[in-house]
């Protein structure tokens, strides 16, 4: 009996070891897969690319993924999970579908000025896709529909809304990874869709000169900044002082 129970237990430990093993590798594949699209040409990342970043042999990769589409949107959910949570815990304090469109769009277009490797990853995961994957599409569209129903945006459509915001904000995303554009620049851009969507350029004018709120650090000390993915030993150290201070007020005004 003492033999049988031994066996069991080992088979269960073999189990756990071999899980932990998965995720290691999976978490490996997702951490490389930032690294590579996280870059000006990123979208040109192949699978070869991916397996030799992570040590793997090609046959080892499709244990984890289907194909290149499958880690796109892979990462694209870990990309914008933590943040976008942050982003509408902060609509509590908002009270019109105008404010909260307008905060949504300056939090996403300051993000890549914080952290670069992330904006590029944003734009290269969505090439063919929706920007920042289609959950985000779904609230933009929800977003917009309410505003529609309160008359706060005259627009005819929430999917034709909603394809005028995401055009715009990955234009603006590439065009703020140039480097030249100016500091307000996802204030004009956020205050012109709003205009586009209906609202008027007083209103408009008004909601994105307004302070923004901190994000909350959730926001800021995993997936986002660090590219931990699940706990990964890439894991950098948190920025101290000054610096964590500045990477918390994305958008402040």
């Given at each position: 009996m003492a033999k049988r129970a031994r066996r069991k237990i080992d088979r269960s430990r073999r189990a756990e070891i071999g899980a932990a093993k998965r995720t290691r590798t999976r978490t490996e594949l997702l951490v490389t897969a930032l690294e590579l699209f996280g870059r000006p040409h990123g979208r040109n990342t192949r699978i070869e690319d991916l397996?030799?970043?992570a040590g793997i042999a090609r046959g080892?990769?499709?244990n984890y993924f289907t194909g290149l589409e499958a880690v796109l949107k892979a990462l694209s959910d870990e990309l914008t999970r933590d943040f976008d949570s942050a982003v509408h815990a902060s609509f509590a304090a908002l009270g019109t579908a105008t404010e909260r469109t307008a905060a949504a769009?300056?939090?996403?277009l300051h993000a890549p000025l914080i952290d670069p490797r992330w904006g590029w990853a944003v734009v290269n995961t969505s090439v063919g896709h929706w920007l920042y994957g289609e959950d985000i599409a779904q609230h933009v569209v929800a977003s917009i529909q309410e505003g529609v129903d309160s008359r706060e945006f005259k627009i005819d459509s929430?999917?034709?809304g909603k394809d005028i915001l995401l055009g715009a904000g990955i234009a603006a995303t590439i065009t703020l990874l140039g480097g030249n554009a100016p500091e307000d620049y996802p204030e004009q851009v956020a205050r012109q869709v709003?205009?586009?969507l209906g609202s008027s350029p007083a209103i408009a004018a008004?909601?994105?000169g307004r302070p923004m709120r901190e994000l909350p650090m959730l926001a800021m000390n995993t997936?986002?900044?660090r590219g931990t993915l699940g706990g990964s030993d890439h894991a950098r150290k948190p920025p101290s002082g000054s610096a964590v201070r500045r990477r918390t007020r994305i958008g402040v005004a």
């Open positions: 397996c030799a970043g080892t990769f499709y769009m300056r939090y996403y929430a999917a034709v709003l205009i586009s008004k909601v994105t997936r986002f900044f």
